[in-house]
DNA sequence: TAATGGCATGAAGTAGAAAACATGTCTTTT
DNA sequence: AAAAGACATGTTTTCTACTTCATGCCATTA
């Protein structure tokens, strides 16, 4: 559904969020080598993010990346409109180029409802909301990266 | 959400059952202008559907393809699963690797749930079903597939 | 102020999907 | 049986997303 890059720019997200505060940044390698991504690629996605005001990025040491807003008002979809675009979101299931509400594919109005649910999801689900999901042991609980020891 | 492949796949068995019937074959180089599909890689798309048993050829003159079987049997699933695999329909929407029901990622139910409902419209729907629709008029009215002329 | 650790940037390389090409083989028709 | 029309097959080329490499630039810290 999203290019790589796009899936690399959530999980970064996702973990920047987890791991950086005001006074503390997360360095690329970091991100790179924990989540398994290329680090010079993971590198181009990142300055997207920063050119886009979803990231800041500091220079030097104690340098890297952190938030620039609130995790609470990021949403997915911002980071999907920065890598891949809106667009993604209104493509047609069978690939007709000239498919739209008033010429349809035959199963476009079923698709397009499905759409909108995908699209739903990344409009209510903020950063905020996953990492509480991750801190609390709910999710990605393989990756190690809650903060909470479970007993 | 699927290859350019599976897009022409899904396209051209649409356009087959529209126009083949019986003892009616449809030429490639009709398919392949009609749907604007490059015409040589249109073919060996074809014949993975022949060799999976979607289509029917014939060589020679009055030659070309048909279906197999009849449009009411044929679900728009089976021919995804001979371009693409199943397993698009079982991504993690975050393009984590190792997610899944007992791993999830943070937004893993809420994403199959919709994913869930993808593949249902593609196992649901027939191209039988699909054809009676652009016949009546009622999709793809631009291409001007429809064998009916509308008043 | 020099050394170090980090991001920024542009160019170059790779792999796989997509497209084009060339040739072979089969089947109908005359 | 020969010609022509169609699919079949294998090779090559192109394109693009992805990855890597090399270098420059900036900020902290000793």
Known sequence: MFS???HYALQAMIYIA???GKDKNVDLASIAE???IPKHFLSKILQLLVKNKLLLSMKGP???FKLSMPASRINLIKVVEVIDGLDVFNRCGIGFKQCDDSSPCPIHFEFSQVRQQVEEIFETKTLEQLTTDI?????LVSLGLSTKIKK
Chains 1, 2 share one sequence.
């Open 4 to 6: 790589t890059s796009c």
């Open 18 to 20: 987890l791991r950086s």
């Open 34 to 36: 924990e989540l398994d």
């Open 62 to 64: 104690t340098g890297g």
């Open 135 to 139: 801190e609390d042991g709910n999710s």
